[in-house]
């Protein structure tokens, strides 16, 4: 599986000291986009990907497969007291994209999804022709 789509809005003069993380305010046009961290591990039976999208509730998290491409977007719901006035806010309502393009041993069909405090668990198997498997050998 690899990574193949990083996508991040940056103020071009701005940009160099902050890391990509831009303030925008509400009117400045479309919300800015991050990339969430990921962890993969692989095994013999598959992949397991853990997405850190903190904010995201379920009903704002969407996981697609589309050919050898899984794409992962959600946008955070961060709550804000009535009454309040921002003085200053480096992310409103950030949104997360990352796209991974999965190899042909994957089984895109099986893949199992689990969204839990904020952090996204996709478990990927091996198609079963894919999986080692031992073969017996017999004498004579």
Do not use: C
Request: aromatic share 2%; net charge negative.
């Amino acid at each position: 599986m690899t990574d193949s789509n990083q996508v991040v809005q940056r103020d071009q003069a701005n940009a160099a000291g902050q890391g990509g993380a831009v303030a925008q305010r509400r009117d400045e046009g479309p919300a800015m986009t991050l990339i969430p961290a990921v962890d993969i591990f692989e095994t013999a039976a598959g992949v397991t990907l853990w997405a850190d999208l903190p904010g995201v509730p379920r009903e704002k998290l969407e996981v697609n497969v589309h050919d050898s491409s899984l794409r992962i977007e959600g946008e955070a719901v961060l709550p804000m007291p009535a009454g309040l006035r921002v003085q200053h806010a480096e992310v409103r309502q950030p949104r997360y994209a990352r796209t991974f393009t999965l190899g042909p041993d994957l089984d895109a069909s099986a893949i199992e999804a689990n969204l839990q405090d904020g952090v996204l668990k996709l478990t990927i198997p091996r198609r079963d022709e894919a999986r080692p498997r031992r073969i017996e050998v017999s004498v004579g």
